[in-house]
């Protein structure tokens, strides 16, 4: 791990904590803030992610934007919601308008992000799934 990245773990065991952390990163991002989930299916990413939204004040109900790739929600700042699941790369990314988005005026949080370039200041959160239903929760990069 290079200087400057800071890395920290959770353990969640519900749901309802995953969202709870969610609400607690949204303490840390700011505009054009991005969050990059990785994790396989099941992992928690989508509780995550409504949790960081509810923390932005957004209170429409945050679904998985699979099959429309991009969701944006209104909230103290522009919320986007990105499944890149179905991205084939960068270039799909760039079609949809992806780069305007992450270096817009928003926070955006990118599901199965390992499928597109990221920035480096991303903060890269890795969800696992544990016995007894647990989740172990990496985070890299909150400090900025």
Excluded: C
């Amino acid at each position: 791990m290079s200087a400057g990245h800071f890395l920290t773990e959770f353990i969640s065991s519900s749901p309802e904590e995953t969202m709870a952390l969610g609400e607690r990163i949204a303490r840390f991002l700011h505009q054009g803030s991005i969050v990059a989930l990785r994790g396989g299916l099941g992992a928690g990413k989508t509780y995550l992610t409504k949790g960081i939204a509810r923390g932005l004040g957004v209170s429409e109900e945050v679904t998985s934007p699979t099959y429309t790739i991009i969701s944006e929600y209104e909230g103290n700042l522009p919320f986007y919601h990105i499944d890149a699941y179905r991205l084939q790369g960068d270039d799909d990314f760039s079609a949809l308008g992806g780069e305007e988005i992450l270096y817009g005026a928003g926070v955006s949080v990118i599901e199965w992000s390992e499928r597109i370039s990221i920035p480096e200041y991303a903060i890269i959160v890795e969800l696992e799934i544990r016995e007894s239903n647990h989740r172990k929760i990496l985070i890299r990069n909150l400090e900025r």
